[in-house]
């Protein structure tokens, strides 16, 4: 049997392509979810929810910014009201802003903040009131490995990513017991649109960082997708309130 059937994921930051959420939308939707994936990005989703409708998937595409109270209450609504339940939260949406801190403006810094954290924040409180309901289900986290040791040039984004493992704890831990797991993933250098933008910034930087990486490369949205399926689906069922580094051994 499908490793997701019958299971409804909601998945944030799912337009871009490459992206991580785009892969893990088509991970989750040959493996049978009924699929719910949003962005603020209305063209990049179009063609997502093509590509995995394609695939056969019942699937629903929504216009969402993350950072948005009511909009994450909407969304779960609509979640709710289409497939009467909510059992994967795949929170993936972020930005990176790679400055040195004494670069970096309290703007740049605060959406870092709001988009990557604060937002994960809103959609675990609202996922974990409709997974309750239902009896459980199994929230994701898109952390990162600059979440889990300083790196240059991601003060602030290292700091949101930090909060978000820290926060899945908290989830998890306060919700043993009504059957919610909550897990983060840390990616390393993956090629994704992130590090498109990360190449434009700083050129001579992103070309020594990825030739000092221990595998020689970087690792493709395919293979954080798999490792998110996994946390997601009941193979995972014992493992709670803990972080899935996704870096080939960038930072063992
Ligand atoms: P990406 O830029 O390709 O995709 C991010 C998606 O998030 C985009 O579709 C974008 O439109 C969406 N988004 C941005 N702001 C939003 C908002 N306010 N509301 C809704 N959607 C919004 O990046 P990616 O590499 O696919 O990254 C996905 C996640 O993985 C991010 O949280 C990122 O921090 C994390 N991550 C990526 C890497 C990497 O190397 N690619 C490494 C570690 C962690």
Redesign the pocket.
Known sequence: MARLHNKVALI?????N?????SIALAFAKEGAKLVI????AK?LETTLADVKALGADAIALS????SEQGWIDTIATVESKYGQLDILVN?????ILRNIDEMTMDEYNRQMD??MS?VFIGCREAIKAMRKTGGGSIVN?????GLVGMPRTGA?GVS?AGVRILSKTVALENARHNIRCNSV??????????E?AKRDNPEHFDILVDSLPMSR??T?EEVASCVLFLASDESSYVSGTELVVDGCLVA
Do not use: C, E, F, W
């Not at 944030?12 to 871009?16: D, I, Q, V």
């Not at 490459?18 to 785009?22: A, C, S």
């Not at 969402?64 to 950072?67: E, F, M």
């Not at 898109?142 to 600059?146: D, G, I």
């Open positions: 944030t930051g799912a337009a871009s490459p992206g991580l959420g785009r949003t962005d603020i990005d990049g969402q910014n993350v950072t993936n949406a972020g930005i990176a988009i990557n937002s898109m952390s990162s490995v600059a984004y990513k840390h990616p390393g250098m993956i090629m994704t649109n992130i590090q933008d970087m690792g949205p």
